[in-house]
């Protein structure tokens, strides 16, 4: 798994990588009350605004980690944006690329280095 | 944050694991570990415990009431010893300098004005009144939900006769208290002066009862926006009118056109006319369809596209005990319950409903 520095978490599934957030992150959210997620089939190119989350504190966006297209989403998130907080390294994963240039990824932290990140 | 203030009950909730955060000059517990969400549904469903001490209480001798008075709309000569009521400080152009409580303890008043206000008040209150008396030195702790009651009178067995804006001087283990039946969260409950030297150990003598949680300012914030309070320098200021804001319940017959005591506040002409004649806007619950919640700042238009804003609003965020999204925004009066609105979140216009507050019914022990 890697991590960036806007606290997501990628997993390479194939040829597609899953993006979500990491327990650090959703702490800091706080309770997740509603999830925007992106349309499936949507070139983005990284740093793109992919998902909106809101919590009970505030809105927050999901940046595209890399350049890629959107092939599928995490329907459970918007009927149980909780999941956010339950699961986040597991069933709340928001959406899944398939990235032409994987090595696009080698650039992200491991989970030692994003442990050291967040202190 | 060097110069922020701290209340009685810092080292409380750094114990406690609270999230301290700038609030109004002072560092407050926004949350604990429990979150939001849960000390928003503890609170609903047995008791929580909330730190406003940083809110302003001051000592009006009574026989500065009519002069008092004439500072609010509000029937203050008209309050029975033991009574509390819901007032505001107006100015000359019937805008809200700030809301309050007042509450008469048969031999002197006491008021409780909001923490960013509260040096402006003073200034306000000692420029027309004399004997006015701060109480720097006293703590404000909130106890609210329905095991409220419980709790309490497990230390203090005579609160449970307090009735709804009811008040009366306790003493605990040597300590004055005054404590009054009312909250800012919809629900039962009390708030509680005790002096700041005892607050610390009151807290952990309320913390140890089994229904009772720490609750912080951001489920303080949900609890009261569901119960379609107002937070005064967002739903309420110098801008909007008691009026406008649909605090009119507030301002007895006796101060309104016609009454024994008409007007002799300031920003009467504009308030008592609205009254008669009904204001251009009035502070309206919205009800976004969907989940995403339309927060402060957000405007509403009439229609799904074009147009010119209509209003915005000034609270809103996710009701946990309505599982959805909630927001107040000023509006224009003629526009009825049930109607569609639209609010721009993100470039989107999404459609809410004008309905009814508060958005959870109250349960107030009358």
């Known amino acids: 798994?890697?991590?960036?520095?806007?606290?997501?978490?990628?997993?390479?599934?194939?040829?597609?990588?899953?993006?979500?957030i990491t327990e650090h992150a959703s702490e800091q959210l706080g309770d997740v009350v509603f999830v925007e997620l992106p349309e499936t089939e949507t070139k983005v190119a990284t740093g793109d605004e992919v998902c909106v989350i809101e919590s009970v504190k505030a809105a927050s966006d999901i940046l595209a980690p890399v350049d890629g297209e959107i092939v599928e989403v995490n329907e459970a998130l918007s009927d149980n944006p909780g999941l956010v907080n339950e699961d986040p390294?597991?069933?709340?994963?928001?959406?899944?690329?398939?990235?032409?240039?994987?090595?696009?990824?080698?650039?992200?932290?491991?989970?030692?280095?994003?442990?050291?990140?967040?202190g | 944050m060097t110069d922020l203030k701290r209340t009685g009950l810092y080292d409380l909730h750094v114990e406690l694991g609270a999230k301290m955060v700038p609030f109004a000059g002072y560092e407050m517990p926004v949350q604990?570990?429990?979150?939001?969400?849960?000390?928003?549904l503890h609170?609903?469903?047995?008791?929580?415990?909330?730190?406003?001490?940083?809110?302003?209480?001051?000592l009006v001798p009574l026989d500065q009431i009519d002069a008092l008075e004439a500072l609010v709309p509000v029937s203050v000569a008209g309050l029975k010893p033991g009574r509390q009521r819901y007032a505001f400080f107006t100015n000359?152009?019937?805008?809200?300098?700030?809301?309050?409580?007042i509450t008469h303890l048969g031999d002197t008043l006491m008021l409780v004005v909001n923490a960013a206000c509260k040096d402006a008040d003073i200034a306000h209150l000692q420029a027309h009144l004399s004997g006015v008396q701060p109480l720097p030195d006293r703590s404000l702790l909130a106890l609210q939900g329905p095991q409220a009651e419980e709790a309490l009178a497990s230390l203090l067995p005579g609160v449970a006769k307090l009735e709804f804006m009811g008040v009366d001087r306790f003493q605990w283990d040597g300590a004055d208290l005054v404590i009054s039946r009312s909250g800012y969260t919809g629900e039962d409950g009390y708030e509680i002066s005790v002096p700041t030297v005892r607050v610390d150990e009151l807290a952990r003598a309320l913390l140890a009862h089994p229904a009772v949680e720490a609750i912080g300012l951001g489920a303080r914030d949900s609890l009261r926006l569901e119960s379609g309070l107002c937070l005064y320098g967002h739903d309420i200021d110098t801008t909007t009118s008691p009026v406008e804001a649909?605090?009119?319940?507030?301002?007895?017959?006796?101060?309104?056109?016609?009454g024994a005591r008409e007007g002799g506040f300031p920003g009467a002409a504009r308030i008592l006319a609205e009254l008669e004649n009904g204001p251009a806007r009035l502070r309206r619950g919205l009800k976004p369809e969907g989940r995403a919640p339309m927060r402060e700042g957000v405007e509403i238009f009439a229609g799904p596209e074009g147009g010119a804003p209509i209003g915005t609003v000034t609270s809103g965020g996710f009701g946990p005990s309505i599982e959805g999204p909630m927001a107040?925004?000023?509006?224009?009066?003629?526009?009825?319950?049930?109607a569609t609105v639209y609010g721009e979140v993100r470039g989107k216009r999404?459609?809410?409903?004008?309905?009814?507050?508060?958005?959870?019914?109250?349960?107030?022990?009358?």
């Open chain 2, 32 to 40: 604990y570990p429990l979150g939001v969400l849960k000390e928003h």
């Open chain 2, 350 to 366: 999404l459609p809410a409903t004008i309905v009814p507050m508060p958005f959870n019914p109250h349960s107030y022990k009358r």
């Open chain 2, 246 to 258: 649909g605090l009119s319940w507030a301002i007895q017959k006796i101060r309104r056109k016609g």
């Open chain 2, 43 to 58: 609170t609903r469903a047995a008791a929580g415990l909330f730190d406003v001490s940083h809110m302003g209480q001051v």
């Open chain 2, 92 to 101: 000359d152009a019937g805008g809200i300098l700030d809301d309050l409580m």
């Open chain 2, 328 to 338: 107040m925004a000023y509006l224009p009066a003629d526009l009825p319950v049930g």
């Open chain 1, 1 to 20: 798994m890697k991590f960036t520095e806007e606290h997501e978490w990628l997993r390479v599934e194939g040829d597609l990588v899953v993006v979500g």
């Open chain 1, 89 to 118: 390294l597991g069933g709340a994963w928001f959406f899944k690329m398939k990235v032409e240039d994987m090595e696009q990824l080698d650039a992200f932290m491991d989970e030692d280095a994003y442990k050291e990140f967040i």
